[in-house]
């Protein structure tokens, strides 16, 4: 059974972006010395999915970041072609969560990353997020992107554990309830 997982940070108000995409706010409480996770985050996931947004702000790093699949879910990206140096590497798609899980599955992948802040609501949406991994950075930016919209109704969640950084990042992990 494919299930879906969300590592992501926002900030202390609730924001993983400003209004015009800018995260410098979070690059400026990187701490190469602080080990966050992620390694062992993504050590046993099959794929990622995520938004044209995080896609344009990987699309820039050199080399390119992730070693396994990348299915980038995006209306506008959808009919255009793959750069041609990802052509193995990302795929873009217009479909809805349940039809990404349902043909990944289909490929053989049993756990995916989730990211980006409409990607992510879609999912928590659908029901689709098995756990989130959520890191809070110690800043108010008092607008921008929020990671969670609107519900249909309220979510319950579990929390697995939780740990500061002497950075002041503090994460948390959260199950959400079925």
């Known amino acids: 059974m494919i299930s879906a997982h969300v590592f992501i940070a926002t900030s202390l108000d ?9 995260i ?4 400026q409480r990187d701490d190469p010395t602080e080990d966050h996770g992620y390694r062992d985050f993504i050590a046993d996931k099959d794929a990622i999915v995520m938004g044209r947004g995080s896609f344009e702000k990987v699309l820039d790093f050199d080399p390119w970041p992730y070693d396994r699949p990348v299915l980038v879910l995006s209306r506008q990206l959808a009919p ?20 990404v899980l349902a043909e990944l599955e289909a490929q053989g992948v049993r756990r995916v990353y989730v990211d980006g802040g409409q990607v992510v609501q879609s999912f928590i949406r659908a029901g689709l ?15 921008g992107r929020p990671l969670f919209g609107a519900l249909p109704r309220d979510l319950d969640l579990q929390l697995l554990a939780s740990r500061s950084f002497p950075s002041g990042l503090v994460q948390s992990t959260y199950r959400f309830a079925r």
Do not use: H, N, S
């Open 14 to 22: 609730g924001y993983i972006a400003r209004a015009d995409g800018d």
């Open 24 to 27: 410098g706010w979070l690059l």
């Open 80 to 99: 255009t072609p793959v750069p041609a140096a990802l052509q193995d590497k990302v795929r873009f798609c217009d479909a809805t969560p349940q039809q």
């Open 129 to 143: 997020v098995e756990d989130m991994v959520l890191t809070t950075v110690p800043v108010l930016i008092g607008a």
